[in-house]
């Protein structure tokens, strides 16, 4: 089954529904939803679909219209050019169409099952994050201690060289 060949259910256009749907297949909303949705399979926002949810969590997301919420996509977002989106995007792929609107992060996961900032992390040095997470944890605690010990230091030395009172250094700028 192609993605847009088998809508299994509609919001038309002029219809407008609030409350919770949790389809199995797919759905396309061309009136004004508002509430929770969770599709298994492709959701279809046309171009006078307006949808207002906290996260939809779907297997796939085309979007025409306007929504304001949360994408969670297991497998693609796609903007086209009348989309409009205010809220945060996760996929690993997302299709933004010349003259879409998006307002809010977007997450591309490349299909990633592990936490991304790891991914990259990885990629970044060479080395995996597990493998030096006991000498980071020994690292950081005296990295932390050594950084505490010259805060307080600098603090000290600051409150000797203050701009009021008796400050023998001072000189004017103009």
């Known amino acids: 089954m192609a993605k847009r060949d088998m ?12 409350g919770t749907f949790i389809v199995k297949g797919s759905f396309q909303i ?11 399979g492709h959701l279809v926002i ?5 949808v207002k949810t906290s996260t939809i969590i779907t297997e796939s997301i085309t979007i025409a219209g306007t929504l304001i919420g949360n994408i ?11 989309g409009r989106v205010l809220g945060n995007i996760e996929a690993p792929k997302i299709d933004v169409g010349e003259g879409a609107v998006i307002q809010g992060e977007m997450t591309i996961t490349g299909g990633q099952k ?3 900032s790891k991914v990259v992390e990885e990629s970044f040095t060479g080395i995996k ?5 006991i000498d980071t944890a020994d690292n950081t605690s005296s990295a932390n201690l050594e950084s505490n010990n010259n ?4 603090i000290s030395s600051s409150d000797n ?10 000189s004017s700028i103009f």
Not at 30 to 40: M, N, P, R, T, V
Not at 72 to 82: C, G, M, P, Q
């Open 72 to 82: 969670d996509a297991r497998r693609e977002v796609i903007l086209i050019e009348t």
């Open 30 to 40: 061309d009136g004004k939803f508002e509430g929770e949705l969770k599709i298994d």
């Open 46 to 50: 046309g171009p006078n679909g307006k």
């Open 7 to 18: 809508i299994n259910s509609v919001i038309g256009d002029g219809s407008s529904f609030k």
């Open 161 to 170: 060289n203050s701009f009021g009172g008796n400050s023998q250094n001072s």
């Open 114 to 116: 592990k936490d991304i």
């Open 151 to 154: 805060i307080e230091n600098n």
């Open 129 to 133: 994050l597990e493998e030096q997470s």
